[in-house]
């Protein structure tokens, strides 16, 4: 009978040790260690015994797509001595242009994404729409095995109806939990991508732990990883977030794989963003824009106003100012609000939603030294319109003009968006790509930018420029 060792694994960091301590030695998390029994025949490699008894089974199988051309065991040789394919592998377009973005692309043949976002988000939606458009398309069908784990055949086909994607002719449908199941239909199609919706409910039924437990995730999840690199299949795996913000309960999944993309917004509002957060063969500073409709998922064009209801014929709004923001390569304009209510000196409120609460502490510093105004008795409410998360300095001057604004129960002038980030001493300085910010933003209609002055002459067409230095200056721009 085959020796069970025991290890102890944090549930925050993933690391491991050999005993029981109330402190995680290596996060300082407290409370965190979970005991698992490992047992010493888990250490060998599962898939490579298990792609060649593909290849042993049946030699049609291994045509997998992109496979490498040998399976022998690894050996070091010198980096100048690695071959280099003269044109490397062509992504896989998943026929949504928005998630093609965030992952740089398109899919890498050969690598495994995670995509995690709270329940009810439009994760399962996303993905369906996409499975079903990659294996719709006329020009370069992939075929797709989507994996249920979470619902029926039926369900997922009445979803696929709803969302126009059940004549897909490449998109198979698998509904099981059991890996090794999945792994042999995957053997039986060979699809280009294997999608599994979710990795919480897939369990390998020869070891010894619940399905969703640590030791099923990191076992299921390694296997899967070593499919992938193996075979070449792009895996895509979906995850919940727990209650604690961690994905798939334990972040160490988020080592194993090569991408993390999170899917945030709230359900009770139609924006959606697609944010990448882990990308080995992209940036991470691209977001994917989307809106949920009764037919599923709509992408959103380059450069939208998020929160911006109806840009500069909406009038002017008192503790609201509008502010081009970069994530990436796109612009895009988001409606900073504030709100000022009579407090308790000493016990002032100060609660932020989509920005940072330090620079918000940092600018309310700021107006009372430098602009005169009396906030420590007051609660201070600040908030992003639509969901998105603002976190760049550029945005300082739009939540100083809005709280100022608030304040004083004053607007700026209607088709107004202000650009700049704001010092300790109160001078406002510029900011990166102040020319892609005013044209984005005079494109969507605003003929008034206030902007840091600056050496270079910033000149848009149909658009007026107020350069500002001071935030006293800015604070005059209010009606």
């Known amino acids: 009978m085959a020796k069970l060792r025991t290890a102890f694994v944090c549930r925050q960091c993933g690391g491991v040790q050999g005993r029981w301590m109330g402190k995680c030695p290596d996060c300082g998390a407290w409370d965190a260690l979970e005991e698992q029994r490992i047992e010493r025949s888990a250490e060998k490699d599962p898939q490579r015994g298990l792609i060649?008894?593909?290849?042993?089974?049946?030699?049609?199988?291994?045509?997998?797509?992109?496979?490498?051309?040998?399976?022998?065991?690894?050996?070091?040789?010198?980096?100048?001595?690695?071959?280099?394919?003269?044109?490397?592998?062509?992504?896989?377009?998943?026929?949504?242009?928005?998630?093609?973005?965030?992952?740089?692309?398109?899919?890498?043949?050969?690598?495994?994404?995670?995509?995690?976002?709270?329940?009810?988000?439009?994760?399962?939606?996303?993905?369906?729409?996409?499975?079903?458009?990659?294996?719709?398309?006329?020009?370069?069908?992939?075929?797709?095995?989507?994996?249920?784990?979470?619902?029926?055949?039926?369900?997922?086909?009445?979803?696929?109806?709803?969302l126009g994607v059940d004549r897909a002719t490449n998109l198979f449908v698998l509904a099981d939990t059991n890996l090794a199941r999945i792994v042999e239909q995957t053997r039986k199609l060979l699809p280009h991508i294997l999608v599994i919706d979710s990795v919480q409910m897939i369990y390998k039924a020869d070891f010894d732990a619940s399905p969703g437990s640590i030791a099923q995730l990191r076992r299921c999840c390694a296997e899967l990883v070593y499919l992938a690199k193996l075979s070449g299949i792009a895996i895509v795996l979906v995850g919940h977030v727990t209650k604690n913000g961690q994905l798939a309960g334990p972040r160490l999944l988020e080592h194993l794989v090569d991408a993390v993309l999170y899917f945030e917004g709230d359900r009770y509002h139609a924006h959606r963003v697609l944010r990448g957060v882990k990308n080995r063969f992209g940036t991470t500073l691209e977001i994917g824009i989307f809106e949920m409709t009764g037919a599923g998922l709509r992408e959103m064009p380059g450069g939208l106003g998020i929160g911006v209801l109806d840009g500069p014929a909406c009038g002017a709004k008192v503790g609201a100012v509008v502010c081009p923001v970069m994530t990436g390569t796109r612009c895009v304009l988001v409606e900073i609000q504030a709100l000022t209510a009579t407090g308790f000196l000493g016990a002032a409120k100060r609660k932020s939603s989509g920005l940072d609460a330090n620079r918000l502490a940092m600018l309310i510093a700021v107006l009372e030294q430098h602009a005169g105004l009396r906030l420590a008795d007051r609660d201070i409410f600040v908030s992003s319109v639509g969901g998105l998360k603002v976190a760049e300095p550029a945005a300082d001057l739009a939540l100083l003009l809005a709280l100022a604004g608030a304040h004083h129960k004053r607007a700026l002038a209607p088709g107004t968006a202000v650009i700049g980030e704001v010092g300790l001493g109160g001078e406002v300085r510029p900011v990166m790509q102040p020319e892609l910010r005013a044209n984005e933003a005079a494109r969507l209609g605003f003929r008034r930018l206030i902007v840091p002055e600056s050496r270079g002459k910033l000149a848009v067409k149909g658009a007026e420029i107020t350069p500002v230095r001071t935030i006293s200056q800015a604070i005059e721009h209010l009606g």
Do not use: C, F, N
């Open 52 to 162: 060649e008894g593909w290849r042993a089974a049946d030699p049609a199988a291994t045509a997998a797509p992109d496979e490498p051309a040998s399976l022998a065991p690894a050996s070091a040789v010198p980096i100048a001595s690695v071959a280099s394919d003269a044109e490397p592998r062509p992504r896989l377009h998943t026929g949504i242009a928005e998630l093609d973005r965030v992952l740089g692309g398109g899919i890498v043949p050969g690598s495994v994404v995670l995509i995690g976002g709270d329940p009810g988000i439009g994760k399962s939606t996303l993905m369906l729409q996409a499975a079903g458009a990659m294996g719709a398309a006329a020009a370069q069908a992939r075929r797709v095995l989507y994996v249920s784990s979470e619902e029926s055949a039926e369900q997922v086909r009445l979803r696929a109806a709803r």
